[in-house]
């Protein structure tokens, strides 16, 4: 019989790594994916980069603009949180005999929330 088995990791590196550790130690494993939220990889190369504010100013003489532009680190709270969660979600396909091996891996490799279903 088969048997799905999902778990939850912090980062997409770490469910890859078990992901590869799973499919390397235990037999009847027929399929390993992920699933992440891409747009936090966006999010992180925003974070380390700069930001620019445009400042408007307004000069007495007859129809001239000024523009000052401010430029300061990037900071993460710029980013919603829903964009900066890296969150992994990972699907396991697997014989029903395996089930046990593929929990005790997951465990041992910092895996939440595992949950298996028949």
Same mark, same amino acid.
């Given at each position: 019989?088969?048997?799905?088995?999902?778990?939850?990791?912090? %980062?997409?590196?770490?469910?890859?790594?078990?992901? $590869?550790?799973? &499919?390397?130690?235990?037999?009847?494993?027929?399929?390993? &994916?992920?699933?992440?939220? &891409? !747009? @936090?990889?966006?999010?992180? $190369?925003?974070?380390?980069?700069? @930001?620019?504010? !445009?400042?408007?100013?307004? *000069?007495?003489?007859?129809?001239?603009?000024?523009?000052? #532009?401010?430029?300061?680190?990037?900071?993460?709270? !710029?980013?919603?949180?829903?964009?900066?969660?890296? $969150?992994?979600?990972? *699907?396991?396909? *697997?014989?029903?005999?395996?089930?046990?091996? #593929?929990? %005790?891996?997951?465990?041992?490799?910092?895996?939440?929330?595992?949950?298996?279903?028949?």
């Amino acid at each position: 019989m088969i048997s799905r088995v999902t778990a939850e990791f912090e %980062s997409p590196e770490l469910a890859e790594l078990a992901m $590869k550790r799973v &499919k390397e130690s235990v037999d009847y494993v027929y399929s390993a &994916k992920t699933i992440y939220n &891409k !747009i @936090s990889d966006r999010a992180l $190369k925003i974070s380390r980069g700069t @930001s620019f504010s !445009i400042i408007p100013t307004y *000069c007495n003489t007859h129809t001239n603009f000024l523009t000052a #532009v401010m430029e300061s680190p990037a900071s993460r709270d !710029i980013i919603p949180e829903p964009a900066r969660s890296r $969150k992994t979600s990972a *699907c396991i396909i *697997c014989g029903s005999a395996a089930v046990d091996n #593929v929990i %005790s891996v997951l465990n041992s490799m910092g895996a939440l929330n595992i949950r298996f279903a028949q």
